[in-house]
C-alpha cells in the first residue's frame, strides 16, 4: 500500500469510527449506559445510608450490605454486556495490535544485533549510549517541566469543581512502588525466551547488546550471524508492510470503540481538561521539532512528514507500540544508519515517552487541585524528580502511565481513588500522548544519527 494512501485510508478510518461509535452510542449502548448510570447512583444512596448507621449488628445494616452486594453484581453484569456489544470493534484493533507484538521482538532483536555488531567495539556503543541518554533525560526533564509549569498555568481541576471520588470506588489500577529489586528485574533478563514472550523491550536491548558485541568480537565467524540477523530484519520489515495494511481497519474499530463506549458527551463534560492537555502537547511538540530544528535544520519537517502515518496508527490504538515498525522502516528511509536506528530506537520505547512523562505532572498536580490541595514548588519538584525515576522502563502501552501515577500519588497524600476523575476519559488522552512518544522518539533517533555523523543526506527507500 502506497504511503499516500495509506494516510488517506487512516484518516477515512479515523473520521468514520468517530461517525460510527456515535451512531452506536445512541442507538445501542445508551440504553446500557443509563443502566450503568442508575446502578451507580444506588450504591452511591445505599453507602450514604450505610455511613449513617453505626451498629453493624442490624437488620437495617445488614439488608443495605445485601443490597449494596446486588448492585455491584448488577453493575458488573452490565459493564460486561456493554463490552460484549462492543466486541465487534474491539476484535479489529486486538488483531492488529497482537499481530505488531508478534512482530516487535524479533524485530528489535535481529536489528539491534546487527547494529551493535556493525559499531564493533564497547567504546563505540557506550558513546553512542552516551549520547543517547543525554536526549532522554533533557527531552524527559523537558517534559516534566512543562506538564508541571501549564498545569500550574490553567489550574483546571479547580477550574472543573468535579465532585470527589466515591471511596468505595475501585481505580481496578495496580499502583507502583519505588523498588531498586523491581527496576534491576525489568532490565535485565532472566531468560531471553522470556523476555521475547512478554515483549520485554528494555530487556531484549540488553541481551541483544551482549549478543552484538560478542558477535563483534568472534571476527569471521560472526560475519555469518551478521548477515543472517540483516537478511531475518528484511524479512520482518517486509511483514510489517504486510500487517500495516491492516491499520485502517484497526484504527476503525478502536476510535468506534471509544466514541461508543464513551460518547461524544464525555467531550463537552471534561472539554477545559482535554483541551489543556492537547494545548500542552502541542506546546511540547513545538519544543521537541524545535530541538530537532537545531540540529537537523530543514530536514526536520521532511522528517515529521515521514512519520505521520506512525503518528496516526499511534494515536488511534492509544499504544506508540503499534507504530514501531513503522517509525523503524522510516527512520531508514530517512537517512539513519541502520546501526543507529536499531540501537536508539528500541531504548527510547523504554526511556523516552515524551507525552507519557508530560502526562504525569499533568495529571497528578490536577488531581491535587481537584481535591483543593496546594503542593508547594519543592513538593511539585520533588514529584517531579519521583516521576522521573519511577517512569523509566515504562512500556508504551496502554494505562502504563496511570499505573506510575497511582504510585506517586499516596506520597504526597492525594487520594488514589482521584484517578477515577480521568479514568473515563484517559484513552481519549493516551491517544495523544501516544503520538507524542512516537515523535519524540524519532526526532531522538534522527538527533543522534546526525551526531554521530551517520546521517546521509539524500532519503532512501527500503525493499
Not at 553512542?128 to 516534566?144: C, D, E, N, Q
Not at 502504563?400 to 479514568?423: C, D, H
Not at 501516544?434 to 527500503?462: F, H
Request: net charge positive.
Amino acid at each position: 500500500m502506497q504511503k499516500s494512501k495509506l494516510t488517506l485510508y487512516i484518516f477515512i478510518a479515523l473520521i468514520s469510527g468517530v461517525i460510527a461509535g456515535y451512531l452506536y452510542n445512541v442507538y445501542v449502548i445508551n440504553a446500557i449506559n443509563t443502566r450503568i448510570s442508575t446502578v451507580e447512583a444506588n450504591i452511591k444512596v445505599i453507602d450514604a445510608r450505610l455511613s449513617t448507621l453505626k451498629d453493624s449488628t442490624t437488620a437495617d445494616f445488614k439488608l443495605l450490605k445485601s443490597n449494596r452486594s446486588a448492585q455491584v453484581v448488577l453493575r458488573k453484569a452490565t459493564d460486561d454486556l456493554r463490552e460484549d456489544k462492543l466486541e465487534g470493534f474491539t476484535i479489529l484493533s486486538h488483531i492488529f495490535l497482537n499481530l505488531i507484538k508478534m512482530i516487535v521482538g524479533p524485530l528489535v532483536f535481529s536489528t539491534l544485533v546487527v547494529g551493535v555488531a556493525k559499531v564493533g567495539d564497547i567504546k563505540a556503543v557506550g558513546r553512542i549510549g552516551g549520547k543517547t541518554l543525554l536526549w532522554f533525560l533533557s527531552a524527559t526533564l523537558v517534559s516534566l517541566l512543562l506538564g508541571m509549569l501549564l498545569v500550574n498555568l490553567f489550574k483546571p481541576g479547580m477550574e472543573m469543581h468535579l465532585p470527589l471520588p466515591d471511596s468505595h470506588l475501585s481505580t481496578g489500577i495496580k499502583k507502583t512502588g519505588i523498588s531498586l529489586k523491581d527496576f534491576v528485574d525489568h532490565v535485565f533478563p532472566r531468560s531471553f525466551f522470556e523476555a521475547m514472550t512478554n515483549n520485554e523491550i528494555l530487556q531484549i536491548v540488553v541481551f541483544s547488546i551482549f549478543f552484538g558485541i560478542a558477535t563483534a568480537a568472534i571476527g569471521e565467524k560472526g560475519g555469518l550471524i551478521i548477515k543472517a540477523m540483516d537478511a531475518i530484519a528484511h524479512v520482518i520489515l517486509k511483514i510489517t508492510g504486510y500487517v500495516m495494511m491492516l491499520a485502517p481497519l484497526a484504527v476503525f474499530g478502536a476510535i468506534t470503540a471509544i466514541i461508543a463506549k464513551q460518547g461524544l458527551g464525555i467531550l463537552s463534560t471534561y472539554a477545559i481538561f482535554i483541551g489543556e492537555f492537547y494545548f500542552s502537547l502541542t506546546v511540547l511538540w513545538m519544543a521537541i521539532i524545535f530541538a530537532g530544528f537545531v540540529v537537523l535544520r530543514k530536514r526536520v519537517f521532511n522528517l515529521v512528514s515521514r512519520i505521520k502515518d506512525a503518528m496516526l496508527i499511534a494515536f488511534s490504538t492509544s499504544t506508540s507500540e503499534a507504530a514501531y515498525p513503522k517509525v523503524l522502516l522510516e527512520l531508514e528511509k530517512f537517512g539513519c544508519n541502520n546501526k543507529i536506528v536499531s540501537f536508539v530506537l528500541p531504548l527510547g520505547y523504554s526511556f523516552n515517552l515524551d507525552g507519557s512523562m508530560m502526562y504525569m505532572t499533568f495529571a497528578s498536580l490536577f488531581l491535587a487541585q481537584a481535591y483543593n490541595m496546594h503542593l508547594s514548588i519543592g513538593q511539585q519538584i520533588t514529584m517531579l524528580l519521583i516521576l522521573m525515576l519511577t517512569s523509566k522502563g515504562v512500556a508504551g502501552v496502554p494505562r502504563a502511565s496511570l499505573v506510575v501515577i497511582a504510585g506517586t500519588l499516596p506520597m504526597f497524600n492525594i487520594p488514589e481513588a482521584g484517578l477515577a476523575l480521568i479514568i473515563g476519559i484517559d484513552p481519549l488522552l493516551d491517544m495523544g500522548r501516544s503520538a507524542t512518544n512516537v515523535l519524540g522518539n524519532a526526532m531522538a533517533t534522527a538527533v543522534v544519527s546526525k551526531w554521530e555523523g551517520e546521517l546521509s543526506d539524500q532519503t532512501k527507500e527500503i525493499i
